[in-house]
């Protein structure tokens, strides 16, 4: 498709009055949570069932889905319920002590305004600090869990209890009423499960087996043998659901990358493609229409593209779960479209780029880009992007093998012409990590 090019510090100890009045407030805090359990009869920590992962979360009064508002990238901004299926609306758990922190898309933590611990006041997604107004403990009730504050013990809940879409989000005392439930639907993450799929076309059933953390956990596991090879000439429309059952996949293209081959697959918004090997030719791989997720995917030799991202819509949220890339002459992931793509637990192995925004697309968009637990080898550079536009790169849990660099910035520009390079390297406002998040070998 169109692209765009071608290629910690110290701090003293706290005085020991210091640490005793901090003491004080951490079992303040703990005494708060504690409370709040018993508020309800037979509450389980719902860790048992619940696990590190990632997750869409439904209120259970109104059946809405807890949501960054316009899937925005910035600190401070209250959540609130929407429809589910939009944008903004998968949410990672991750272990820590006395609970998890639960992180948006854009790699930001959900935590109270302010640290209060008054009832009423805001939740929202913020820059995380491992703090315990950022520490959540979701509690079991039946099916549903209470999702409670580790700072003040109080519960997530949407104001006045409403149940209409766009109700913010914020805390407040916790007891048995029904918009102060939440359900964890899982999109990733957890134990070994099972999951069984049928075909729509050949009314076939197939099981596969997959893990929470395919490839690894940070992009660094073995690369996967094929179960069978399937040889397809023409696209294939998955529609919101397709599971390859580890099979190999090609047929399409000439391997190469002359630009405007036909794709592999294309995923209708707000689907998912996994368990898929693809070899070549494969043409311009996957393409999503809209929001979708991207599971366990595995290119042998990437042609035109791996991807290709292309809702029009800002609120876009596209998830690349596991999986791998080699051999990318150019770039793996083409963004065309606007929203943002996360790409986690993912490795790469000699391509150009890993990620392009597209700088020279007939529609010009603000996009987005998170990166969590990538491995790269022999590949130039993680991520382009064109910071005219106000688009964002984001970067954790990457491990290079030699040399790349990790955030190009090119100045977008009208179909036709070709965007220029004007500059590198972390900024704060456009490229974002710190050394700790990059690891050399």
Not at 396 to 422: F, M, W
């Amino acid at each position: 498709m169109s692209t765009a090019d071608h290629r910690r510090s110290t701090r003293p100890a706290p005085s020991r009055g210091t640490r005793w009045r901090l003491s004080l407030a951490a079992a303040a805090g703990a005494t708060a949570l504690a409370a709040g359990l018993l508020a309800w009869p037979g509450a389980t920590p719902a860790d048992a069932a619940v696990g590190a992962g990632t997750y869409t979360i439904k209120n259970a009064g109104s059946g809405l889905c807890l949501t960054v508002p316009n899937a925005s990238a910035a600190s401070g901004v209250q959540l609130q319920q929407a429809s589910c299926g939009g944008g903004g609306q998968a949410w990672t758990l991750t272990s820590v002590s006395g609970g998890f922190k639960i992180t948006s898309a854009a790699g930001l933590c959900l935590g109270v305004r302010d640290a209060s611990t008054s009832a009423g006041k805001a939740i929202e997604q913020q820059s995380c600090a491992g703090t315990a107004t950022q520490t959540w403990s979701p509690t079991a009730g039946g099916s549903n869990y209470r999702v409670v504050n580790n700072n003040g013990g109080k519960c997530m809940n949407t104001q006045d209890n409403s149940t209409s879409a766009g109700a913010l989000v914020q805390q407040n005392s916790c007891d048995s009423v029904a918009t102060k439930q939440w359900t964890f639907t899982p999109t990733s993450g957890g134990p070994t499960s099972t999951t069984t799929s049928t075909s729509t076309t050949s009314r076939t059933t197939t099981t596969t087996t997959t893990t929470g953390n395919p490839g690894g956990g940070d992009g660094s596991g073995p690369w996967p043998s094929d179960t069978g090879s399937v040889h397809q000439t023409t696209t294939r429309n998955v529609g919101t659901y397709f599971n390859g059952g580890m099979k190999k996949y090609y047929g399409i293209g000439d391997g190469g990358q002359g630009e405007s081959q036909d794709p592999m697959f294309v995923v209708s918004n707000g689907g998912t493609i996994e368990n898929v090997i693809i070899d070549a030719p494969a043409g311009d791989g996957i393409h999503c229409e809209g929001s979708c997720t991207i599971r366990n995917v595995w290119w042998n030799d990437v042609g035109e593209d791996a991807a290709t991202f292309k809702s029009s819509s800002s609120s876009a949220q596209y998830l690349v779960d596991g999986g791998g890339a080699k051999s990318a002459s150019d770039k793996v992931f083409q963004h065309n479209g606007a929203g943002t793509l996360t790409i986690r637990n993912f490795q790469v192995n000699g391509a150009g780029k890993l990620y392009r925004a597209c700088g020279n697309c007939a529609t010009s968009y603000q996009r987005h880009v998170v990166m969590d637990g990538v491995t790269a080898r022999s590949t130039k550079a993680l991520a382009g992007i064109n910071t005219n536009w106000g688009d964002t790169a984001r970067f954790s849990r990457i491990t290079v093998y030699g040399s790349a660099v990790i955030c190009e910035k090119y100045q977008g520009v009208p179909k036709g012409s070709e965007p220029k390079k004007i500059g590198e390297g972390a900024d704060g406002r456009n490229c974002f990590y710190s050394p700790s998040d990059i690891t050399w070998r």
